[in-house]
């Protein structure tokens, strides 16, 4: 009876062994004709596993797994480009990579929806300041105009005049018509305003 124990015992253990090794050879063979990049791919998921792993099977006590920013990138860019990523998971859930691909997609698009324009490329700044400099009678809708014939991509009229030389004396704003009147009521009350033609065809002036 002990005989035939050991006998089944041994011949399921070699049954299993005979399998596992098939299975295996089935893998190799498979990985033969799989595409390079989906291979490499597929080592890569391996190997940050096993890396990930090892660093954390140190000391007697077993502790929670801290997983790396760029090891989360990794898994996130490789949810997104192999199929059948799920059974590689070994070491965390596959729910938990879609976790880390939701937060980075909120932290993508908090960063695109921040306040405030993007600056200008420091191209485009210099040559604001050297079109402003060479021209300074131009105004920020000039330079805008200009940049847009040239063919570049030109910010908006407020954007450009922060970057526009600014003159070491600037010039005094022009006086409108009102202020000239009051300032010089004493003196052109006389002024002719009307001009009348008479039956004659001579000017009577008011």
């Not at 809708?141 to 014939?149: E, G, H, K, Q, V």
Request: aromatic fraction near 12%; glycine fraction near 6%; proline fraction near 6%.
């Amino acid at each position: 009876m002990n005989a035939v124990s050991t006998f089944m015992l041994s011949a399921g253990y070699v049954l299993g062994a005979v399998w596992e090794l098939a299975r295996y050879a089935a893998q190799f063979g498979w990985a033969l004709l799989m595409p390079k990049a989906v291979l490499a791919a597929r080592l890569m998921a391996a190997e940050s596993q096993l890396a990930v792993g090892l660093n954390g099977s140190g000391g007697g006590r077993r502790r929670r797994r801290q997983f790396s920013p760029a090891f989360r990138i990794l898994w996130v860019v490789l949810s997104k480009l192999l199929d059948g990523w799920e059974d590689l998971v070994h070491l965390m859930r596959p729910e938990t990579v879609k976790s880390w691909h939701t937060r980075a997609l909120r932290l993508f698009w908090r960063w695109r929806s921040r306040p405030g324009r993007p600056p200008l490329y420091s191209e485009m700044q210099q040559l604001i300041r050297q079109m402003s400099a060479e021209n300074p009678l131009w105004a920020p809708d000039r330079i805008r105009d200009t940049l847009l014939l040239l063919g570049y991509d030109a910010p908006c009229a407020r954007t450009i005049r922060k970057y526009m030389v600014k003159p070491r004396k600037p010039r005094p704003q022009s006086t409108n018509w009102l202020p000239f009147l009051r300032n010089h009521l004493d003196v052109s009350w006389a002024i002719d305003f009307f001009t009348i033609n008479t039956l004659g065809f001579h000017h009577c002036e008011w």
